[in-house]
């Protein structure tokens, strides 16, 4: 007489997944006017609306990096198709869902496990992972702060008026952590675990992969500005890291309204609110939106055998 399979962790946190999944795309429509959604996107050059498309699939592969290059830091093999899936899917949740560090965590840890790899070893890729994201942050930002500081609005109430003070501390933060590259050799102990500091060509390949992440993001939403609007990209680049850093310290999903509003409060002056909420619209729908949806049914794919096998 066969056991019937029991529902486990893993497959009970599967199936809730889908269902948020489900919830989250319904509630993501109901946000926005069906009708303005499509008019905003008519008004956009397709040619335009192509490119940003294309933009976003380069900014999904440099994320996938980030746990390709995790696995090589932590010392396990697995294989690349796995490792993308599990980063798409993650990384896809974690922005629109928002609380990247449980969300992309609690995937990482779904799939990874069911492949064979230990506990303590996903748990040194997460933290590796969420280190790449903010290293590409700091220092593309501190860069750009630097060399072309924009004015801080007085809406967003920080104590300095320009972002160049801002940009000094995020440069400094990233020249400490390739020192500790360069002299921390002995791993530091947590319990009974050690975690190493990467290697110097680790910790530089981690900064150029989150950088190129964050570079082609904030080009996607470059191309679907207004094409009357008279900004360039570097400018317009420091605008969009200002944004995203208050939008991803606020922890509300994918930034959603705090983003909106520092692109809107710094832009307004040179075009108009509607247009600009108009390619913010679209940003959202290809970025977010989009790969959202296939995410969605790249899980389904992945999980309606598993739900099957259950109640067999």
């Known amino acids: ?65 980030y746990d390709i290059l995790g696995f090589r830091y932590i010392g396990f093999s697995l294989s690349w198709k796995k490792i993308v899936f599990t980063n798409f899917i993650s990384s896809v949740f974690s922005n629109t869902i928002g609380f990247a560090l449980l969300t992309g965590s609690a995937i990482r840890y779904r799939f990874y496990s069911n492949w064979g790899i230990s506990p303590f ?105 207004p094409t009357n609007i008279s900004l360039s990209y570097l400018n317009f680049l420091g605008i969009y890291l200002l944004a995203m850093f208050a939008g991803v310290v606020s922890n509300v999903p994918g930034g959603l309204g705090v983003f909106e509003t520092v692109v809107l409060l710094i832009l307004s002056s040179q075009v108009s609110a509607a247009a600009i909420l108009g390619s913010l619209v679209a940003y959202r729908g290809v970025y977010y939106f989009l790969p959202f949806i296939f995410a969605t049914a790249l899980l389904v794919k992945y999980e309606l055998p598993q739900l099957k096998s259950i109640k067999k």
């Open 121 to 225: 070893a996903i748990a040194q890729l997460i933290a590796f992972v969420n280190f790449t994201f903010w290293l590409g942050m700091f220092a593309l930002a501190g860069f750009v702060f630097f060399v072309n500081p924009l004015t801080i609005p007085t809406q967003l109430h920080l104590p300095f008026t320009t972002v160049r003070p801002i940009g000094v501390i995020f440069l400094l933060l990233i020249i400490v952590y390739l020192l500790g590259s360069l002299i921390i050799k002995k791993p530091l102990r947590f319990r009974s675990h050690g975690f190493k500091f990467p290697s110097l060509k680790i910790s530089l390949a981690q900064i150029a992969i989150s950088s190129c992440d964050w570079i082609f993001a904030a080009a996607v939403l470059y191309v679907l500005l």
């Open 1 to 65: 007489m066969s056991k019937k399979p029991k529902l486990n962790f893993s497959s009970l946190f599967g199936l809730l997944l889908l269902v948020f999944s489900l919830w989250t795309i319904n509630h993501e429509l109901r946000e926005y006017n069906y009708r303005d959604v499509l008019n905003n996107l008519a008004a956009i050059p397709k040619s335009l609306l192509i490119a940003s498309i294309g933009l976003t699939i380069l900014g999904y592969f440099a994320i996938a990096l």
